[in-house]
């Protein structure tokens, strides 16, 4: 009976797993129309990590921001199962308590706006402020 029991708590932990990473993979697809780089076995484990530490929902969530995300460093270094489990506790941070979604970078509409950065204009401080309540 052990090894039976064994095995059942494997399958039910891997089925958010599978599909997580059936949802990472769709979302490649959707961005880059090609199928995402999957090792499964390895890129599997880390998502059940995470998955442990933070919830299937939640880690679906991180998916979906990490593959909306405009932060130069994961562009950079690719959309990978790896790089987002790199990058979770960056787009952890970027949540807001109270359960908004922030702009990944609040600082992209300045930029779109008249071509740079300008974190010390009023105007789009308090607009960060608005967003993210901080």
Same mark, same amino acid.
């Given at each position: ?13 891997? @089925? #958010? ?8 993979? $769709? ?8 199928? @995402?780089?999957?090792?499964?076995? =390895? $890129? ?5 990590e995470l998955c442990r530490s933070h919830g299937a929902a939640r880690v679906k969530e991180l998916i979906a921001d ?21 990058? &979770?506790?960056?787009?952890? &941070?970027?949540? #807001? =308590?109270?359960?908004?979604? +922030? #702009? @990944?970078?609040?600082?992209?509409? !300045?930029? &779109?706006?008249?071509?740079?950065? !300008? &974190? ?8 960060? +402020? ?5």
């Amino acid at each position: 009976m052990k090894g039976k029991t064994a095995r059942a708590k494997n399958s039910v932990s891997a @089925a #958010p797993t599978v599909e997580l990473l059936t949802y990472f993979d $769709d979302l490649h697809v959707l961005r880059f129309g090609e199928k @995402a780089v999957i090792r499964r076995g =390895k $890129d599997a484990q880390l998502v059940a990590e995470l998955c442990r530490s933070h919830g299937a929902a939640r880690v679906k969530e991180l998916i979906a921001d990490f593959f909306a995300s405009r932060d130069p460093w994961i562009r950079d270094h690719g959309y990978s199962v790896g790089v987002f489990v790199s990058q &979770a506790a960056k787009l952890i &941070a970027r949540r #807001p =308590k109270n359960g908004r979604t +922030v #702009p @990944a970078s609040w600082l992209d509409e !300045c930029e &779109a706006e008249h071509g740079g950065a !300008c &974190a010390s204009s009023t105007a789009h401080m308090w607009r960060k +402020v608005r967003d993210t309540g901080e």
